[in-house]
């Protein structure tokens, strides 16, 4: 089954460094998003991208934040001078069309960035 | 984007069916009801997902009853690895950008 994979697995950064997360979202997949979740708390929202531009952002994602498809496959989370802040799981996903309630997104199992 | 409520937390045990219900008073006509499962530090993994009546998958069954105002997921014979967090979801397509709104969830405590 196809599946959704994020690289790294866990990143470690002192704080104002930039760090790139980074996602492969299924092959056949036209819409893409980005979600963050600190420990102990809910999912939250933060992007979704679309024909290579953005589609939706939430408040979290202000100007220290930017997504990119460099490429036909990767899709990349870009946090500038991270904050203590930013200490959370970010998880990639992706689904067919993102158009309708109906349509299922695929997650990916998750980076943790850890800020010092 | 209808206000979903469902109980924080159930325990339940080995073999025994779970029944987790979601009340969606403000739920739109055009609104689906989709759950999602979560494992600890693992992405949300979609479940089922319906509009009305009875659902069911290999994993789980929706029953949603005629005002829609309302839903139940229920497991059948749960086992220690459905311990997770499991979400109700309703109108997370009406924005078009397909983005979904997770709440703080229901999270099941399977025992031995």
């Known amino acids: 089954e196809p599946e959704v994979t994020q690289t790294p697995s866990h990143q470690v950064t002192q704080m104002g460094q930039e760090v790139i997360l980074r996602c492969v979202p299924i092959?056949?997949?036209?819409?893409f998003y980005w979600y963050r979740q600190i420990l102990g708390q809910k999912v939250e929202f933060l992007v979704s991208?679309?024909?290579?531009?953005?589609?939706?952002k939430s408040e979290i994602f202000d100007d220290q934040f930017s997504v990119e498809r460099p490429d036909g496959s990767n899709f990349t989370l870009k946090i500038r001078s991270t904050k203590l802040e930013d200490s959370a799981m970010y998880f990639c996903a992706s689904s067919e069309t993102g158009l309708h309630s109906t349509d299922t997104q695929y997650f990916g199992p998750g980076t943790r960035l850890t800020v010092l | 984007l209808a206000k979903t409520t469902q109980p924080i937390s159930m325990d339940s045990y080995e073999g025994q069916e779970v029944n987790i219900t979601c009340s969606h008073n403000?739920?739109?006509?055009?609104?689906?009801i989709t759950w999602y499962q979560q494992f600890p530090s693992q992405g949300p993994r979609f479940i089922i997902q319906?509009?009305?009546t009875k659902v069911t998958n290999e994993v789980a069954s929706l029953f949603i009853p005629a005002d829609r105002k309302s839903s139940t997921l229920s497991l059948p014979r749960v086992s220690l690895s459905d311990t997770a967090v499991y979400y109700c979801?309703?109108?997370?397509?009406?924005?078009?950008?397909?983005?979904?709104?997770f709440g703080q969830g229901t999270t099941l405590q399977v025992k031995p």
């Open positions: 979801l309703v109108g997370v397509g009406s924005s078009n950008t397909g983005k979904l709104i």
């Open positions: 319906g509009y009305k």
């Open positions: 092959s056949n997949h036209l819409y």
């Open positions: 991208f679309y024909n290579n531009e953005i589609s939706e």
């Open positions: 403000n739920i739109a006509t055009n609104d689906y």
